[in-house]
């Protein structure tokens, strides 16, 4: 890769466009920038660029789409802001729309005694993780990122002794598609799939300290373990984060309680986007059975939905019908416990006791019947669409259109540092398909066709 720092690139005042740190970002290890609403960027790694460049047909509706590549310029002003700017390929400039370039970007990097993310602008959305437990205008795994991306290309996160501007750095990034962009509060779920954690390239010591790490946390039984997530507590107002640390300390029923409170928004058991999720994973599935030589090593599996309770539809009018009963009934504690093998809010966890909110919570299914505590009582449906195509009809209005059953939720595999195929030319060729990637997929599925019975605890490895 070419340094950038001595390529005499030089970007053009008219068309450069400012990025923005990317305040979703619940996994990985580089940070994500906004270049626009619907695209964002991360640094550029050449097998990853070469991968997304000879996607198959195939795969294309299965990840983000990718928009090539581009320089950025990295610069300190002398009040300690830190300024991303770089000049996007022609084929981005011909078909995007971008803001005015005398607006500030709505979030900003900004040296105080560390770096920050400094908000620009008033926002209704605050997120909370199990080590930051005050509130914070972006997930702060994202924070974790960016620090640690600076550190890399030599820009010192403590603070200067003599403030004033610092000498350019320059960095390649690749354009990708914002997968939350159409989410008013996107609940994302990074999920590290695959049973080997390297690529063909690592050393020996490498190889040894992946296969540790999978042998201790669910990759080795399920083949899958959480890499991040964040999901929006309507009752709460805010986004409960988990980073990949904690997803590592989690246990087999750790991981499926935690899967079960990432489909839960405090009020209702989101069933139809389970539903809707399920058939995409089985979709992704019998493409990936067909992929001969590829192998995702160390590439996540992404879900995306929208936690709003003001979507447009049944489910916006059940979640409303529930929240007045609902609200007061769930303990704010329970609903921040997302139980792991060591730890729940300091206290060992015991897979056998459920918290509180798993017998509060409402089930946003067809028919289904709702448990709150003792009682028992018939609910009218959250969801408006069969889950298979077997499913009965119902009255003209009832069903949500193709397109809305297809936008409910998102499933994308992100992440191809460490992927190879046989059209990459590498020295090493697999045969067949990643199995291992398979084995973790399968178990996915499986586990949500446990939530779908509200089975939570039986475990099959």
């Known amino acids: 890769m070419p340094d950038f720092r001595k390529s005499g690139f030089e970007m053009s005042q008219e068309e450069e466009l400012k990025l923005e740190p990317f305040i979703h970002q619940v996994g990985g290890h580089s940070p994500l920038f906004c270049l626009d609403p619907v695209t964002v960027c991360k640094p550029l790694e050449q097998r990853e660029f070469n991968f997304y460049s000879t996607l198959p047909t195939s795969l294309l509706p299965f990840t983000p789409s990718f928009m090539g590549s581009m320089k950025v310029e990295i610069s300190e002003d002398n009040e300690g802001y830190i300024t991303l700017k770089g000049l996007p390929p022609v084929s981005y400039r011909r078909r995007c729309l971008r803001s005015p370039p005398h607006l500030k970007p709505k979030m900003r990097l900004k040296r105080c005694r560390s770096i920050e993310i400094e908000t620009g602008t008033p926002s209704d959305q605050y997120f909370e993780d199990e080590l930051v437990k005050e509130e914070k205008t972006y997930n702060p795994w994202a924070l974790k990122c960016h620090r640690d991306n600076l550190k890399k290309i030599g820009i010192n996160i403590v603070k200067s002794v003599e403030p004033g501007l610092t000498d350019p750095t320059f960095q390649e990034f690749i354009l990708l598609e914002n997968l939350t962009f159409k989410y008013k509060y996107p609940c994302v779920l990074d999920l590290k799939v695959g049973t080997r954690q390297y690529g063909d390239a690592a050393s020996a010591s490498k190889k040894q300290s992946k296969n540790a790490k999978v ?53 209702v058991m989101r069933m139809d986007v389970i539903n809707t999720l399920l058939r995409k994973l089985k979709e992704l599935k019998a493409v990936l059975e067909k992929l001969e030589s590829y192998r995702f090593y160390t590439s996540s599996l992404l879900v995306i939905y929208d936690g709003s309770v003001n979507q447009s539809g049944s489910h916006s009018r059940c979640c409303q019908e529930l929240e007045t009963h609902t609200r007061n009934s769930l303990s704010t504690t ?80 992100i992440d191809f540092a460490h992927s190879t195929h046989r059209g990459l030319k590498d020295l090493t060729l697999h045969e067949g398909p990643d199995r291992g990637f398979l084995m973790g997929l399968e178990n996915f599925i499986k586990t949500l066709e446990e939530l779908q019975g509200k089975a939570i605890f039986p475990v099959t490895v």
């Open 215 to 267: 042998a201790e946390s669910t990759s080795g039984t399920l083949g899958y373990r959480l890499g991040g997530m964040q999901v929006y507590q309507a009752n709460l107002g805010r986004f409960i984060c988990r980073s990949k640390n904690y997803g590592k300390s989690l246990s087999v029923d750790g991981l499926k309680v935690s899967l079960r409170q990432f489909f839960s928004n405090g009020l």
């Open 334 to 413: 329970s609903l921040l416990q997302l139980p792991g093998r060591r730890y729940v809010n300091g206290s060992s966890y015991d897979a056998g006791n459920r918290s509180k909110s798993d017998d509060n919570l409402e089930y946003c299914s067809q028919f289904t019947t709702v448990h709150r505590g003792s009682s028992e009582r018939r609910s009218a449906s959250c969801e408006t669409f069969p889950s298979s195509a077997n499913s009965p009809g119902s009255r003209a209005g009832s069903l949500a259109s193709v397109s809305d059953l297809n936008n409910l939720v998102n499933v994308k595999i």
